[in-house]
DNA sequence: CGGGACTTTGAAACCCTTCAATGCCAGTGG
DNA sequence: CCACTGGCATTGAAGGGTTTCAAAGTCCCG
């Protein structure tokens, strides 16, 4: 499930020659949280790549919600598409997040030349591919409580800092229910809900630390 | 939306001459309705393409449910991951679905050698990407009635046959519901409520024919 | 300290799930 | 030819979870 690039919240070390010859052609950027980052309609001319902080690439629908269709973070890659124009919005989620953009055209080039970066992006891609299907069997998922219960079992693994199990999430419940397709308020009393169960504790917002692993397999087993 | 791939109800013809060279090494065959073409836990040794029919992959939960995550028409690819091991069952959904199988290994060392290769399965990666996209903007729909409109819209789409809005579904209404993340029941009641409301009829359980796109749209806005 | 954004909590309405029964269709055997 | 069977699809009713609208509470920052 995890890909094999390593999320850290810093930037991921690219110990892969093939990742440095990649970065050459990259421009890094800083963004503010809810600056877009690129934006249905425009050309795809780029790859891109979270380096800090994280994005979502967004959907925006008819009668205005909006849906986050992928959680990106550090290491991550975006934009990977055959199409000719984007189809998403992208924004950064929290203040300060830094993305590197690939020129597509020289970065097609350059794996066209060196089959190390062909592999790489390819991989890449496939990593793409395995996240977006682990958060399908999320949202498949019956009851509020398994959607946000998996979802920290998620952020934990894909966030994995020093001290597992403690997480700091970098969304705002209003983005995690875009993300997990159900309402705020509902994610807020999933939370507490997993709270009273002794699943976890909030120390502010957004410090969630897991407590006990075996209860969140109950829930999901059938939320007793 | 839809990938550069034609996806028709019969073998796509590889007009490019890099999947000529691909074919070379694909094993194909056939396969009865039901029947596990990949299986989780086995090593990942080969890609594959669907020629004709249909096949579904799927994740099997803890509970004994079965979502299908992915569903893989003509063209499509599958099996692309950069892991050791499949970690999804992939089963044929309707009788006589016809598979090519690509040995991983032969095929990465083809793509290493042709540039051309290398582009037309990161393009179909591509692809696989924003097909599970889209599926997860369906589930992440508000009601039933929605998802299914939706999921019909992309159906006629993908399988445009020569009579576009006239769907043939490759599918039971059990497979759309594991599809759909909802359940059987309701399925079947949206169809009708979808016949009840004019936009669409059906003939058969599995002939649908598509009268009225503004009402799905009408369906999608607020379901009125 | 106040403002503002975000989070939590409450109550009513609604939609979906579940369980159950009925209906439909094709294939089989008498 | 017909009855029978099994799988699939449809329909009904009860119960429960989520959404929505609303209000109160919390936290951060100027």
Redesign the pocket.
């Known amino acids: 499930m995890s890909s094999a690039i390593a999320h850290r919240s810093e930037v991921p070390t690219h110990s892969d020659q093939a990742f440095e010859l990649l970065d050459c052609l990259a421009v890094r950027f800083k963004c503010h949280r809810g600056q877009e980052i690129c934006r249905p309609g425009r050309p795809a001319d780029y790859w891109y790549r979270v380096l800090a902080g994280a994005a979502g690439k967004c959907a925006l629908q008819v009668d205005g919600r909006r849906r986050i269709v992928d959680l990106l973070l550090p290491g991550d890659f975006f934009g990977l598409t055959s199409e000719k124009e984007n189809h998403h919005l992208v924004e950064a989620v929290v203040e300060d997040t830094v993305v590197a953009a690939f020129p597509r055209r020289r970065a097609e080039l350059m794996a066209d030349a060196n089959p190390e970066i062909a592999r790489a992006v390819r991989e890449l891609a496939f990593a793409a591919i395995a996240r977006v299907e682990s958060q399908i069997l999320i949202l498949g998922q019956?009851?509020?409580?398994?959607?946000v219960g998996s979802f920290l079992l998620t952020m934990a693994e894909r966030l994995s800092s020093p001290a597992r199990d403690e997480i700091m999430l970098p969304?705002?419940?209003?983005?995690m229910?875009d993300y997990l397709?159900?309402?705020?308020?509902?994610?807020?009393?999933?939370?507490?809900g997993l709270k009273h169960r002794g699943a976890i504790s909030?120390g502010?917002?957004?410090r969630i630390k897991i407590l006990n692993r075996k209860t969140f397999e109950e829930v999901a087993e059938h939320?007793e």
Chains 1, 2 share one sequence.
């Not at 019956?142 to 959607?147: D, I, N, R």
């Open positions: 019956m009851s509020a409580l398994e959607k969304m705002s419940r209003c983005e229910a397709a159900i309402s705020a308020e509902t994610v807020s009393r999933s939370l507490t909030l502010g917002a957004r939320m």
